[in-house]
């Protein structure tokens, strides 16, 4: 069934919506909306040769560091340990 309320009201009030969300998610903490991680070099993977780096991130709204603790680095350190 069909809207009684015009489609270019519903798609100007729907374009508000997502101004407002864009707005408060802005001005969010990282627990609300999660890290804005940017890649600020790497650490040593751990591997017995001491050759091989993960990458290190940091939030670009927080400051928080994972220190080389992310999906990435933890896939570096499975293939360092399957390697003989």
């Known amino acids: 069934m069909k809207s009684a309320e015009p489609l270019l ?6 374009r508000s919506e997502v101004a407002r969300l864009e707005r ?3 001005q969010a903490t990282c627990a609300e909306v999660g890290h804005r991680w940017k890649h600020i070099g790497g650490a040593n993977c ?8 993960v990458p290190v991130h940091e939030c670009a709204s927080c400051g928080a560091c994972d220190y ?3 999906e990435e680095a933890a896939d570096m350190r499975a293939r360092c340990e399957a390697t003989p």
């Open 24 to 26: 408060k998610a802005a």
């Open 46 to 53: 751990g591997c017995p040769d001491g050759c091989c780096s």
């Open 9 to 14: 009201s519903r798609l100007e009030a729907a």
């Open 68 to 70: 080389g603790e992310n």
